[in-house]
Nanobody, 121 residues
Framework: QVQLVESGGGLVQPGGSLRLSCAAS????????MGWYRQAPGSEREVVAR???????YYADFVKGRFTISRDNAKNTVYLQMSSLKPEDTAVYYCNAAIAAYSGSYYLGYWGQGTQVTVSS
């Protein structure tokens, strides 16, 4: 059983910053890609940023230069540092990870429960 637990969401003023964390726990042999997605009301879920186990990163154009993704492999944790936040960044942010429970097993995709980020004055 694998769980992803997000934390760090909340209400912030435009121009402010927040740091999201997502910790994976349970039976874990290896974690490949980890990432953050978001979903605003009435919109589809979209990728925000991804990071490989080796540290290669991908950012959606709308967050480049404002958000930074990082991970601590020893803690099975991925972070999203968000700066210069805009009202349009308001959404539920979800963590995603590809995890192999045992040596030789398939990597399965897991999702966290989501954390609300609201950018408003």
């Amino acid at each position: 059983q694998v769980q992803l637990v997000e934390s760090g969401g909340g209400l912030v003023q435009p121009g402010g910053s927040l740091r999201l964390s997502c910790a994976a726990s349970g039976t874990i042999f290896d974690i490949a890609n980890m990432g953050w997605y978001r979903q605003a009301p009435g919109s589809e879920r979209e990728v925000v940023a991804r990071i490989s186990s080796g540290g290669d990163t991908y950012y959606a154009d709308f967050v480049k230069g404002r958000f930074t993704i990082s991970r601590d492999n020893a803690k099975n944790t991925v972070y999203l540092q968000m700066s210069s936040l805009k009202p349009e960044d308001t959404a539920v942010y979800y963590c995603n990870a590809a995890i192999a429970a045992y040596s030789g097993s398939y990597y399965l995709g897991y999702w966290g429960q989501g954390t609300q980020v609201t950018v408003s004055s």
